[in-house]
Nanobody
Framework: QVQLVESGGGLVQAGDSLRLSCAAS????????MGWFRQAPGKEREFVAV?????????????WYADSVKGRFTISRDNAKNTVYLQMNSLRPEDTAVYYC????????????????WGQGTQVTVSS
């Protein structure tokens, strides 16, 4: 069965960096677009970044980011390791949230309903 397992979260200070990992299993990882979302307490889950898979049928290929993280976060994937990463630099207190990776099934990349499988999440806390 499909499994997504995030790791790499933690407590850091503003300006620090973290790298999140999401290990996937149970499906052909390389052909699926993968996304990262986050959810802060009392807020809705929000899009962070996406990296398209090799069988992307929507013509567009590459990576996209939420405006709030553009220039600070980088999404990448290692298809040989079935893993997607989120490198987070220059972290801010407002980046504090539970971060989730998810498998895209179709539709707009920045909407949670476009994803069919989710990991359990990893907590990132940024102190000021």
């Amino acid at each position: 069965q499909v499994q997504l397992v995030e790791s790499g979260g933690g407590l850091v200070q503003a300006g620090d960096s973290l790298r999140l990992s999401c290990a996937a299993s149970g499906y052909t990882f390389s052909i699926y677009t993968m996304g990262w979302f986050r959810q802060a307490p009392g807020k809705e889950r929000e899009f962070v970044a996406v990296a398209t898979g090799s069988d992307n049928s929507t013509y567009y290929e590459g990576t996209w980011y939420a405006d709030s993280v553009k220039g600070r976060f980088t999404i990448s994937r290692d298809n040989a390791k079935n893993t997607v990463y989120l490198q987070m630099n220059s972290l801010r207190p407002e980046d504090t949230a539970v971060y989730y990776c998810a498998r895209h099934r179709g539709g707009d990349y920045d909407t949670a309903r476009a994803y069919d499988f989710w990991g359990q999440g990893t907590q990132v806390t940024v102190s000021s």
